[in-house]
């Protein structure tokens, strides 16, 4: 259920317009969403559980109903405050982004019981803003489609790197074209920014000055998998992700992440980092 939605088991409900949050949200390509009773009843009919991906108005509202007709609800933490902060200029933002988790816990989680997280740095950061409920850490999963095969083939000398995300100030693109630009083998190198988002042109202009500009593009997932198949590093340079799904969907074991990062010049488990 969701403003938009469209397919088998879909229930579409109206947008929800929130002065100064609306046009906002919409830049980055988000909705928010307008309970309707009605839809309520049909959606909820039969079901034995009632599952909360937002803590806004729609989320709340289907909690209520649940609650008023004895209907289990459980929650999902998917939207992690530091994505707003980045993109209302603020940046890591600490004060505001602990403002958030407790509207967020006082909107909709302080009395969920049950709370799933698509990691452990989320659960983590959970509990150290006071959420109580008993959290499920629980990876969103990786598509069997996202195996090692046969990639694209590049016969232009290059070193062809991606990277894949939202063109959006979190997931931090702008820091890969900087790197790449100072590196000593830059003529040699092309990078793919797959993804769509407000800061296209930015980037763009920024990756203006390599002597080989990176290629924008939102492909299929078949065409994703294929490039990324063909390219021999893929770089992830996003300052928040709750589980970094484009990372797990490029590793061979579809591992679940590590919630550490690499500050000195030798890497987390010991090896030196070598200049390419």
């Known amino acids: 259920m969701a403003f938009g939605a469209d397919g088998p088991d879909s229930f579409d409900v109206p947008e929800h317009h929130i002065p ?10 988000f909705h928010f969403a307008l309970p309707d009773e009605a839809v309520f009843d049909e959606a909820f009919a039969d079901v034995d559980v009632i599952h909360i991906f937002l803590p806004f108005a729609l989320g709340q509202a289907a909690r209520d109903w649940g609650r008023a007709h004895g209907v289990p609800v459980t929650a999902a933490f998917h939207l992690q405050p530091e994505n707003a902060t980045y993109n209302a200029n ?23 019981r049950h709370i799933h997280c698509p990691s452990q740095m989320i659960a983590n950061q959970l509990r150290k803003h006071g959420y109580r409920s008993q959290l499920h850490v629980i ?17 232009d ?6 990277t894949v995300g939202r063109l959006s100030r979190e997931k931090d693109q702008a820091t890969i074209i900087r790197a790449i630009e100072r590196c000593f ?29 990176p290629i924008f593009e939102y492909r299929s997932i078949d065409d994703l998998i294929a490039l990324e198949r063909a390219c021999p590093l893929y770089i992830h340079a996003s300052i928040a992700d709750i589980e970094a799904m484009s ?30």
């Open 20 to 29: 100064v949050m609306t046009p906002v949200a919409e830049g980055l390509d």
């Open 185 to 213: 083998h830059r003529d040699q190198i092309r990078l793919h920014i797959c993804g769509k988002g407000p800061l296209k042109h930015k980037l763009e202009h920024e990756g203006s000055r390599l002597p080989h500009p």
């Open 247 to 276: 990372v797990l969907e490029v590793r061979p074991d579809h591992r679940r992440g590590r919630d550490e990062r690499a500050l000195s010049v030798r890497s987390l488990w010991g090896e030196p980092i070598r200049s390419w």
């Open 90 to 112: 603020l940046g890591a933002a600490p004060l505001v982004c602990d403002a958030i988790y407790r509207l967020f816990r006082d909107w909709l989680y302080g009395d969920i």
């Open 139 to 155: 990876s969103n999963g990786v598509p069997k489609a996202f195996c090692p095969g046969e990639g694209e083939s590049f016969n």
């Open 157 to 162: 000398g290059l070193v062809h790197i991606v």
